[in-house]
């Protein structure tokens, strides 16, 4: 019985060897190209990754040059610099740049670096994040210009339930109280007293603000008018 079975094994053994050789000799072409391409797949895939490491490098090496440039003051160079880098950096670097130099601008031409935000907030291909952010710039550059209330639409937007809310609605009530609108600027600071998310500084900040819109407007009274010294006496 032994035999038997060691016999079958044998030729099982043979059988399947056969059965292998006939698939490598029908598929063996098939089989090498298919590890070919494999193994250059992976080496182009590890090239590539090489590749977007050194670029990145590159790109964060310019953007750090380019941002010491705007702090030294060199406007015009740093903005050739960041330029450059909205042209030819990497995705990552291409946006910061823009960015950077929207805010770079925004020293020099506001109203400039107001549409260069408005450009970057109508990015489609930008997060809801990002161009919420460059709406906040946006409206910020033009709260501080000649006409701030082109600046509160996208603030009250913002204000309704962006991660910058907080901001939106601390500038909203500046504004309102800026106006005189005590009421208005009392209801933008309640929505921030209301959040649970709202940072502790800025609910430090409500509390001087608070304290602006219970003292209520200024009124300055008219000073009553000293009576008039009498005249000396008359001395002979």
């Known amino acids: 019985m032994a035999e038997n079975n060691e016999f079958i094994r044998e030729v099982d053994e043979d059988y399947r060897r056969e059965q292998i050789l ?8 098939v089989i090498i190209a298919l590890a070919v391409l494999l193994v250059a797949g992976v080496a182009g895939w590890r090239y590539w990754q090489a590749q977007q490491h ?60 107001a549409s260069d935000f ?35 639409a996208n603030l009250q937007s913002l204000a309704a339930g962006s991660p910058y809310r907080h901001t939106a609605r601390e500038m909203l009530g500046l504004a309102a109280l800026k106006k005189g609108d005590y009421e208005e600027a009392s209801r933008w600071f309640d929505q921030i007293v209301a959040d649970p998310d709202t940072p502790r500084a800025l609910r430090e900040r409500i509390e001087v603000y608070a304290a602006i819109v219970a003292g209520g407007p200024v009124t300055q009274t008219a000073a009553k008018p000293e009576a008039a010294a009498p005249p000396p006496p008359i001395t002979r």
Do not use: C
């Not at 006939?22 to 072409?29: C, E, F, K, L």
């Not at 040059?65 to 909205?86: M, W, Y």
């Open 22 to 29: 006939q698939v490598w000799r029908r598929y063996s072409g």
């Open 54 to 113: 050194a670029a990145a490098e590159a790109a964060s090496i310019r953007f750090d040059a380019a941002n010491r440039l705007a702090r030294d003051g060199k406007v015009e160079e740093a903005d050739k610099a960041f330029t450059a880098l909205e042209q030819d950096g990497t995705a990552g670097y291409r946006l910061l740049s823009r960015f950077r130099a929207a805010a770079e601008t925004s020293k020099a031409d506001p109203a400039k670096a």
């Open 118 to 152: 408005d450009a970057l907030a109508g990015d489609a291909a930008l997060g809801d994040g990002l161009r919420d952010l460059a709406r906040l710039r946006a409206a910020l550059i033009r709260m501080d210009g000649p006409n701030p209330d082109a600046a509160l």
